[in-house]
């Protein structure tokens, strides 16, 4: 696959999340299920091994089965996708780096080093290093909401400048003056937000989602981001929806203490679209019980309808 140009990183990319058996083994049959029902759904684009595919939870091994399965099913299908390969560990994601090179992602998504708050410079010398071993491949810095460093537009330019194959990043909600000073200083970098502000933030320059939506329902997060594109009111109206559900019923368990990964699974199992998928976590991060997805599904299907069309 060619690699995405900052432009062709855009709109409703949906999450690999990791099915989880019993035992704490990867369900690679319900992964490959999962491949092919995003693929149906035509996505702008899959990715592997964000916090929902729980990348830090993976031995090497897994990490390349999960990745060898998601490109062969991207490349026969022409479906545009990502691998992440972060780890908390620089050295074990530069060498995550290396076997992903071999799978021909449009991008591959990266964390900073974060164990110790790196200084400008540092962070510098490892996207630079990562670019050399990337090549061609585009990247994608990830920002978590727990990230130790919160980078600024110039910070992003900086790097765009020592490493032009940078071509997007992943944050959180960020106000009108990161967009226009992004703008003014790196604007081919490709801005994505979370999931559930898509519409609002297309208004002001953000270019797609690396979708927690996306984990309700593919297909439905796909005809949400299109209808941005031709009535963004209408589509503003939905995300309103999105965001009373969410608030009065999703949010509730993070301020409960359950991780976003625990969320991402929860909307999953709500929406229902993977029949056989569960909100399982790897240990020892705790799941949200089956029961409250489930209790949850009716109401989700009376708020928001669209998602339950299929």
């Not at 967009?179 to 937000?193: C, G, H, L, R």
Request: glycine share 6%.
């Amino acid at each position: 696959m060619n690699p995405l140009e900052s432009a062709d990183i855009k709109g409703n990319w949906a999450t690999l999340l990791l099915p989880i058996n019993e035992d704490d083994s990867i369900d690679f049959g319900l992964l490959s299920e999962a491949i092919d029902r995003c693929i149906a759904y035509e996505v702008n684009g899959i990715y592997s091994n964000g916090t929902a595919g729980e990348f830090y939870n993976q031995s090497e091994e897994e990490f390349e089965q999960i990745n060898a399965l998601l490109a062969g099913k991207c490349a026969s299908s022409g479906t545009n996708f990502q691998i992440g390969v972060s780890h908390m560990s620089p050295y074990l994601s530069r060498e995550r780096l290396k076997r992903a090179v071999q799978f021909e992602p449009g991008a591959v998504q990266l964390i900073m080093p974060d164990w110790f708050p790196p200084t400008m410079d540092e962070r510098e010398d490892f996207l630079k290093e990562m670019a050399e071993v990337a090549g061609d491949i585009s990247l994608v810095i990830y920002t978590p909401p727990h990230a130790k460093v919160k980078q600024t537009p110039a910070d992003f330019a900086r790097l765009k400048k020592a490493v032009p194959t940078l071509r997007g990043i992943k944050i959180g909600p960020v106000d009108e003056l990161f967009y226009q000073e992004m703008q003014q200083m790196a604007p081919d970098v490709s801005i994505f937000i979370p999931g559930h502000t898509l519409a609002s933030e297309m208004l002001k320059g953000g270019r797609g989602a690396y979708s927690n939506i996306a984990c309700l329902n593919p297909g439905a997060a796909q005809k949400w981001y299109e209808l941005m594109l031709t009535d963004i009111e209408a589509a503003i109206r939905l995300e309103k929806r999105i965001d009373v559900f969410r608030e009065q019923y999703i949010s509730a368990f993070g301020k409960a203490g359950y991780s976003n990964q625990a969320l991402d699974k929860l909307w999953a199992v709500v929406g229902g679209w993977l029949p056989s998928m569960t909100t399982r976590l790897r240990w020892p991060y705790r799941s949200v019980p089956m029961a409250e997805a489930l209790r949850l599904r009716p109401i989700a299907r009376d708020h928001l309808p669209e998602f339950f069309e299929d």
